[in-house]
């Protein structure tokens, strides 16, 4: 007894330390019987997906006809396609395009853009805006690019008139995924994160438009490119105040026309030539307008907002 009332503290600690190795001893235990669990059970799973990577394709039995059923889903899925494919009715994209033929697109459509905004008072980032192809102002080789060039050519006249039938203040941006590496990611033109996916049956584009108006106007995009023939899905939506407009500064404040000095039809004072100047007119005030309701305020004191979209437009490819 005398030596546990000495050496106490030892002892106690002692008896913690063999709990602790217990606990650590179960612990360890459990959660090796926990792996085995798992290790077996994705042994089990990887032995399944061999068996099926290597089972030998089998056309049935005389109860199963699996040739028979794997024509009865492509029917299906080539009917639901031709379905697809009379609700969702996009221009027909030439696939032999040459150089010059697309070209002449370019320019005339173009054109037909910049007239349309200004005939729907669209204010355009500026005069002579090309819509994302301002690499192309003199490139006369496209590199084949020229049929994929055409399908966004397309895509942006639609995007276009709603912007343009919504009545939207201003367009400030318009960007695309750039069709293939020849063209440059890194100019303002290009989603340099975006990419043109395609498999075999339809294409996805990814497009980027910054616009400036009301929510109202918004209503109108967003109803338009729900209604429009073109399959287009919208996939975000930014909003932010738009930056305030330099207004023009007055032009400078003229000083009435002097009257003739004497010796010309007028007359002198003592103290010189003496000008016919008008005579001030009694002005009435303006009248009182009434107060206007906190509603009223609101409504009018509505800012103009900038609209970021983010939209793919999703393309079938031409039926074989």
């Known amino acids: 007894m005398a030596w546990v009332k000495k050496n106490l503290f030892i002892l106690i600690a002692g008896v913690v330390s063999l709990g602790l190795l217990g606990f650590a001893i179960f ?3 459990g959660k090796m019987d926990r792996d085995a669990e798992i290790t077996a059970t994705l ?6 997906f061999k068996d099926l990577i290597q089972r030998k394709n089998h056309p049935g039995s005389e109860k199963v006809d699996n040739i028979k059923t794997a ?13 697809l494919r009379e609700y969702i009715k996009g221009p027909e994209i030439s696939t032999n395009m040459n150089n010059q033929q697309f070209r002449a697109l370019l320019d005339t459509s173009l054109t037909q853009l910049r007239r349309a905004a200004d005939e729907a008072n669209v204010t355009l980032p500026v005069t002579n805006y090309w819509f994302s192809f301002a690499n ?12 994929g060039l ?42 340099g994160d975006k990419n043109v996916i395609t498999n075999d049956w339809a294409v996805k584009t990814p497009y980027e438009i910054t616009f400036q108006g009301f929510s109202s106007e918004l209503a109108r ?3 338009g490119l729900a209604n429009a023939k073109e399959c287009f899905v919208v996939k975000s939506l930014g909003v932010a105040q738009a930056p305030e407009e330099k207004k023009a500064m007055p032009p400078p404040m ?6 003739p000095m004497g010796g010309m039809g007028g007359d ?3 103290y010189g030539p003496r000008y016919n100047m008008p005579r001030p007119q009694l002005v009435a005030p303006p009248p009182k307008m009434p107060a206007l309701s906190a509603q009223t305020k609101t409504i009018l004191d509505e800012n103009k907002l900038r609209f970021t979209l983010a939209v793919d437009s999703i393309r079938l490819k031409p039926k074989k």
Do not use: C
């Not at 042994?43 to 399944?48: I, L, N, R, V």
């Not at 995924?177 to 990611?185: D, M, Q």
């Open 268 to 270: 002198y004072s003592r």
């Open 71 to 83: 024509k009865e889903e492509l029917a299906k899925v080539k009917s639901f396609m031709d379905e």
């Open 150 to 191: 055409a399908a966004q050519l397309e895509d942006i006249k639609s995007i276009m008139a709603i912007l343009n039938n919504s009545r939207v203040h201003s367009l400030v941006a318009f960007r695309r995924a750039p069709v293939s590496e020849t063209e440059y990611n890194s100019t303002p033109d290009y989603l």
């Open 27 to 29: 612990f360890v235990k």
């Open 254 to 259: 003229m000083m009435p026309p002097m009257g």
């Open 221 to 223: 995009v967003m109803e």
């Open 136 to 147: 192309y102002k003199t490139t006369v080789d496209f590199k084949g690019d020229g049929p």
């Open 43 to 48: 042994d089990e799973s990887a032995g399944k």
